[in-house]
């Protein structure tokens, strides 16, 4: 039994924060399954070019609401121990092995992107980790969550696009397929973590986002890929809108989560005092 | 080693927020900043109502999860255990805020004041430095600073103690050197049944409440 005010919803980090976890993990997805789905030449540049302008949006976003913009710099002074300053490092190896990748049209150049676009999805995930105030956001499988749902979203958004300018593989669809499994159990996983801990609004929000994210994130692009697969002249509609069905849900759950589930930990007592006789 | 620490009784603290008052006052917060405050619970319901009253602030906990995400290392701890913020060097991302499990970290953007414009006190002791940047209780770190140089002892002399617990009307407070088994706080803590808070964290808080004498006694 402790005693305490109720938890209150963070008011440090908004809808800005929100966005460069959402941008910045679809980008870091969409760059990992365009370097390896054997796609080349200006097709790789394109799928590349607009995966960083993503990750460059998030980033920019998350810019806007810093209290000193021009010392920004300063982000970089602690990679011993802070996550924020290795994300800043991986989008530094993001944006230098990318744009010489598009420059030289290089594919082993490409893949070396992926590499430092996994890293900073990684990163991503354990920036929230990190953060010890929010029991929401505190556990290991929210880190891991936020990393398969940053490759999920890459993949939908790559299947989308694919699938409007051609057809995509059938090694992409398998790996987006697998993707959108792993989602699901991370999100299950992660709903496990938080069941003792969470403030009740928290997991009332993110029971909500998480309903979104199965249904409508999991089984319904999983449907639409099966149909896609049996009627080959659906699949123009049912593998865009998988995609497209598998990045807004993890959208959505990013931004719940920044937004709406991070109730800090509010204070609390173990004990009352004893005063007086007892 | 020195480590210096806050102790709390919580049979004593009335919530008259002197301390709170002083803190503003010693440090020149802008309103909604209190790196000193005193919380107000009620517990239970009515005919068997408790009532008490917690100061908190930063807890200058051992291993500071502020300290372990600030990207810039602005957020510093010092030998003797008082974590402390670089002005200069903090970019005001909040990420401390977030990772502070006691909510003791405030960022204002803009400069405000009590009544609007800035009285002339106000306008003497502002400090731009900290516009946009992250703050928090400092345990008068420059108190202690000055004082000790003069020769002083934090906790006993008031002129090398933090202002809140300077001022507590209930001696609710007390400030002093936890590693020295004959300090005020030492021997506070060896006479009484404590806690800290959140301490399944692991952040290991230096900020601990008395809450009733050691159970041989009770």
Redesign the interface.
């Known amino acids: 039994m402790s005693f305490g005010p109720k938890p209150w919803h963070q008011t440090s980090w908004d809808f800005r924060a929100a966005f460069n976890f959402i941008f910045g993990g679809a980008g870091a997805g969409l760059l990992v399954i365009a370097a390896f789905s054997g796609l080349g030449g200006n097709s790789l540049r394109a799928e590349m070019l607009f995966a960083m302008a993503l990750i460059g949006a998030g980033l920019v976003s998350v810019w806007f609401p810093i209290g000193r913009p021009l010392r920004a710099m300063n982000v970089g002074f602690n990679p011993f121990t802070s996550w924020m300053t290795r994300e800043s490092f991986a989008a530094g190896a993001v944006f230098v092995l990318g744009l010489a990748a598009v420059w030289f049209g290089s594919t082993p150049l490409a893949q070396a992107t992926a590499v430092a676009a996994l890293v900073f999805a990684y990163c991503q995930g354990r920036i929230l980790q990190a953060a010890k105030g929010i029991p929401a956001w505190r556990v290991p499988a929210l880190g891991w969550l936020n990393f398969i749902t940053a490759l999920t979203e890459g993949a939908g958004l790559f299947v989308a696009l694919s699938a409007v300018f051609g057809s995509p593989a059938k090694s992409v669809l398998a790996y987006f397929s697998l993707a959108l499994i792993a989602r699901g159990l991370a999100w299950s996983t992660y709903r496990g973590s938080i069941a003792k801990s969470a403030a009740r609004p928290a997991l009332t929000v993110l029971d909500r986002a998480g309903k979104v994210l199965v249904q409508f994130g999991t089984i319904a692009p999983l449907v639409l890929l099966l149909l896609g697969m049996l009627a080959a002249d659906l699949s123009r509609i049912a593998l865009p809108l998988a995609g497209i069905a598998a990045l807004a849900t993890g959208w959505q759950f990013k931004f719940m989560l920044i937004t709406r589930a991070a109730y800090n930990q509010g204070f609390a007592l173990p004990h009352l005092p004893v005063r007086g006789t007892r | 080693m020195t480590r210096w620490a806050m102790v709390a ?3 004593r ?1 009335v919530g008259c927020q002197t301390c709170t008052a002083s803190c503003k006052h010693a440090n020149a917060t802008p309103p909604d900043v209190q790196w000193r405050r005193v ?1 107000d ?1 009620e ?1 239970g319901e009515y005919p068997a109502v ?1 009532r ?1 009253f ?1 100061p ?1 602030g930063c807890m200058h906990c051992d291993d500071p ?1 502020c ?8 957020t510093r701890k010092r030998p003797d255990g008082i974590v402390t913020i670089d002005y200069d ?7 401390c ?7 003791a970290r405030y ?1 204002t ?1 803009l400069a405000t004041f009590a009544y609007g414009k800035a009285t002339a006190a106000e306008e003497k002791r502002f400090d731009p430095k900290r ?3 992250a703050t928090k209780c400092t345990f008068c770190v420059d108190r202690i600073d000055a004082g000790m140089a003069k020769g002083l002892k934090p906790g006993v002399d008031p002129e090398a103690t933090p202002a809140c617990v300077n001022a507590c009307i209930t001696q609710t407070m007390s400030f002093g050197d936890i590693e020295d088994p004959h300090s005020n706080v030492s021997q506070l803590l060896a006479e009484n ?1 404590f ?1 800290r ?2 301490e399944e ?1 692991g ?1 290991g808080p230096r900020f601990y ?5 050691k159970e041989a006694e ?1």
């Open positions: 009784d919580l049979r603290c919380l619970l517990v408790k008490a917690v908190v999860p300290m372990a995400v600030c990207p810039s290392t602005a060097l903090c970019i005001g991302c909040s990420y805020a977030v990772a502070c499990p006691y909510q960022k953007d516009l946009a940047v049944q806690f808070m959140h964290l952040t409440y008395i809450w009733d004498k009770a």
